[in-house]
């Protein structure tokens, strides 16, 4: 019970930073295309100067959550995928500067620099963070010891001994990249008015059209990769809501957008990303991570969890914990509510 | 090199990095409650300004902390697997904790504080500011309980397949060891606050520009910089050192250079201890004090080296005798300053005496290394152990990750940090040079 409690709760908040810092990814990697002038490019910044750091937070508070209730799965993933992690920690040092320095550097070249620096981690870290979680749908060579260590490719091919990056998982990065893009037209349509925010709201039908296609071009390759993935979903017939919903979101955000209700779009969106992501946990479920060595090697959902106080006691502080936060995230965001163009500049 | 070797310095010099910028973070974060507290009492626009300039400082450092505080969550896993793996949940705990209880308030807050002085009411922006200094403090301490479970391990119970588990959470959170060193700690990071906030002050005066803030920085700087010296050593170091002589006696030893147990031990002031022949070279040495500051009687038995089974002591025995000197001896020089300088202050000479600006200016890299120095002991006084007594550091690196790996890493984040540490010195130079008064923004990005 325990275990079934703590995977609901992690994965809560994995998609609770892919949702947050989804859009602000996404911003990052727009900004490069969409915006013309330093006005725009202030207030596109702007969209996101004030909760880019909140969101990231996620990231660590997840991190730090599955460390402490699945710490065989924390240690394991880590240290084996250790390159692409630590290309993606290099990743968001260089965004989180970039984002946050252009503000205090009012040479041309330099702003030109650090702006083409934060597009660019920003579009690398969607495109890693959607093949990671490929990279754990499809499998890794996991030893009896429950460790492994993958290169970053083999032969592009997944299979007993896979890379990071292979066919399956780069079209993980792709899904990534397109939604988070998609996610952060939608965001910018919101925030933003006039011209700025017309060419957000251009790029959504092109971006969307691709990530339909990328959709489901992704989950059937998950299929045919790892047809394990279907077992649950047959096993309780009802849980077909979860690919419903992701058909549902995905129709929604095209058809709102539309219908210029651009709030309730991005809340679709936000929608996809949640359908996308619990469909994969309920793929693998209670399999954490799988190994492409033979079932047996599989780190599994019992084989990780913590004791059973530390689960009992954790339970009691992360609601406190979390409700504390939920709040903050939601006055931060209230308090910031409202276009970005339209405001007098700071002084 | 060995693969742990490579591991030990990969977090030791992530870990190092990244800690120049929480300390001021933290110190700053008081400060700056200082000054907002003082400008919405008396309604002076002027402290004001400082705050905000202060806010400037503090907004460029939290954000260098945080993208490199990020590796370090992740490094347990990575370089650290079996120890993550059996650790999990006991300082997990201390660590998730901290992601939920303390970045989501410093993050949420630190926002309103930087982008929304417009859009809220003065008490509201007040407000805002305790709340960023409340949790970058709450911060601090899930990362002290953290590692003060590993320097001294309590209510925990060992699982069937090796994990720790925590017996009691409140024990957990209020390990004795735990609130000393958050105590010591702490005033080290207020410390290097005011020391910088200090210094500041001086370089302003002693350039005859933005003198009315300069004297705000002083006072302030001063005023809590020769409390916090003094609390630093009396009475926080002096507990924490009491509590380490008991509990870690072959760290005590190695810090103090004690080789052979004896009775009305002296303390070595400096020397180089000399692991081949077991004595210290070259010891300028206070006759029974040691025996005296840590049993409070100088007929006490200090317990040395010899005491300690050879595979249990300390591992870089100099390097541990080094940096606790080096520590203490700076701690020395912080509060000889600070009361000089508050002396000097309270007789209205300060503002005057150019050459204790002097010194107030250049001593601001020193809290730096003193609160360095501190760590390293304290790590390093650990050592062989990762959790002191029940696991080797030799068993805990990640056996899947290569030295070349580990290297090919380690010298990535070499060369990014040094990147990161020079556009900081840049920017800090900066907002320096252009100083508290408000001026045209010069890319300041609109309210949004």
Redesign the interface.
């Known amino acids: 019970m325990m275990g079934f409690i703590w995977f609901w709760l992690v994965a809560v908040m994995i998609v609770g930073y892919v949702v947050l810092d989804g859009f602000d990814l996404g911003v990052g990697v727009l900004h490069l295309f969409l915006v013309r002038t330093e006005a725009e490019r202030k207030a596109t910044m702007g969209s996101i100067g004030p909760v880019w750091d909140g969101n990231e937070v996620w990231l660590l508070a997840g991190g730090g959550t599955l460390y402490f209730a699945f710490p065989l799965l924390y240690a394991s993933a880590f240290s084996g995928f250790y390159l692409p992690l630590m290309i993606v920690l290099w990743l968001l040092i260089l965004r989180g500067v970039s984002l946050e320095l252009r503000n205090h550097i009012d040479v041309g070249v330099w702003r030109a620099l650090l702006d083409g620096l934060f597009g660019l981690a920003s579009a690398l870290l969607t495109i890693f963070f959607g093949a990671a979680l490929a990279n754990v749908l499809r499998g890794v060579p996991l030893q009896p010891d429950g460790y492994f260590f993958l290169p970053l490719w083999t032969n592009w091919q997944p299979g007993l001994h896979p890379g990071i990056l292979d066919w399956y998982t780069v079209i993980g990065g792709l899904v990534a990249l397109v939604a988070l893009t998609l996610h952060g037209a939608l965001w910018l349509v919101i925030k933003t008015s006039s011209e700025l925010g017309r060419r957000a709201k251009g790029i959504v039908t092109p971006l969307w059209l691709l990530l339909a296609a990328l959709t489901v071009v992704s989950l059937a390759a998950t299929v045919a990769v790892r047809p394990e993935s279907l077992n649950n979903y047959f096993r309780y017939p009802a849980t077909f809501v979860v690919p419903a919903g992701v058909v549902a979101s995905l129709a929604g955000v095209w058809i709102l957008n539309r219908k210029d209700q651009p709030v309730k779009a991005f809340l679709c969106s936000c929608a996809y990303l949640f359908f996308m992501l619990a469909g994969a946990c309920w793929a693998l479920y209670p399999t954490l991570l799988p190994a492409t060595t033979g079932s047996a090697h599989d780190i599994t959902l019992s084989r990780a969890l913590s004791g059973p106080h530390t689960l009992a006691v954790g339970l009691v502080w992360w609601i406190v914990g979390m409700t504390m936060a939920v709040g903050y995230v939601v006055f931060v965001y209230s308090k910031f509510r409202g276009k970005v163009d339209l405001l007098p500049v700071r002084h | 090199m060995s693969s742990e070797l490579i591991h030990r310095l990969h977090f030791a010099f992530t870990i190092t990095f990244h800690y120049l910028f929480p300390q001021l973070t933290m110190g700053l974060g008081l400060l700056i409650v200082v000054l907002k507290s003082v400008a919405l009492r008396s309604g002076s626009e002027q402290w004001d300004r400082a705050a905000r300039f202060w806010g400037r400082i503090f ?2 450092n939290f ?2 902390g ?6 370090m ?2 490094e ?4 650290w ?2 120890f ?7 300082i ?2 201390p ?7 303390s ?3 410093e ?6 504080f ?3 002085e ?3 009411s003065k008490l509201m922006h007040w407000f805002s500011a305790v709340m960023v200094f409340f949790g970058s403090w709450i911060s601090g301490f899930f990362i002290i309980v953290t590692d003060a479970w590993m320097q001294h391990p309590v209510a925990f ?1 060992r ?1 069937p397949n090796g ?1 720790f ?3 009691s ?1 409140w024990q957990l959170l209020l390990n004795p060891w735990a609130l000393l060193q958050y105590a010591h700690n702490m005033t080290g990071a207020v410390v290097t606050g005011t020391f910088v906030m200090a210094a500041v002050g001086a370089f302003y005066l002693l350039d005859g520009r933005n003198v009315d803030y300069a004297r705000i920085f002083l006072k302030v700087g001063v005023i809590v910089g020769v409390i916090a010296s003094i609390l630093i050593i009396f009475p926080t170091g002096d507990l924490h050192g009491k509590y380490v002589a008991r509990h870690q006696p072959a760290a005590m030893a190695g810090m103090e250079g004690v080789f052979k147990t004896e009775t009305g031990a002296g303390m070595v002031l400096m020397g180089q201890p000399n692991e081949e022949t077991g004595e210290i070279d070259n010891p300028i040495v206070v006759n029974k004090v040691l025996s005296f500051l840590i049993y409070g009687t100088t007929k006490a038995e200090v317990q040395g080296l010899d005491k300690t089974p050879p595979d249990q002591r300390p591992t870089a025995l100099p390097l541990l005798f080094y940096a606790y000197h080096i520590m203490a001896g700076l701690g020395t020089w912080f509060v000889l300053l600070m009361v000089v300088a508050a002396f000097l202050l309270w007789r209205g000479w300060l503002y005057k005496t150019r050459w204790v600006l002097w010194a107030l200016l250049l001593s601001f890299p020193l809290p730096y290394i003193a609160n360095t120095a501190g760590w390293m002991t304290a790590e390093l006084g650990r050592q062989p152990w990762l959790i002191y007594g029940l696991m080797r550091t030799s068993e805990g690196y ?5 030295a070349g ?1 580990g290297l090919f ?1 380690l010298l ?1 984040f070499m060369g ?1 940090y040094a990147l ?1 540490g020079l ?1 900081f010195t840049v ?1 800090i130079y ?2 320096i040079d252009r100083g508290p008064e ?1 001026q ?9």
Request: charged letters at 10%; glycine letters at 14%.
């Open positions: 907004a460029i954000v260098f945080v993208v490199t505080g990020i590796p969550e992740f347990f896993g990575t370089n697997a079996r993550a793996q059996l650790s999990g949940g006991v997990g705990q660590l998730a904790m901290e992601g939920v209880f970045f989501f308030l993050s949420a807050f630190l926002g309103l930087l982008y929304g417009r859009r809220i119970d699982l994990q588990e925590v017996l959470f990640s056996a899947n990750v290569s790996n890493t990535g990014l990161l556009l920017l900066r907002e408000p045209v923004p010069v890319g300041a990005v609109n309210a949004g």
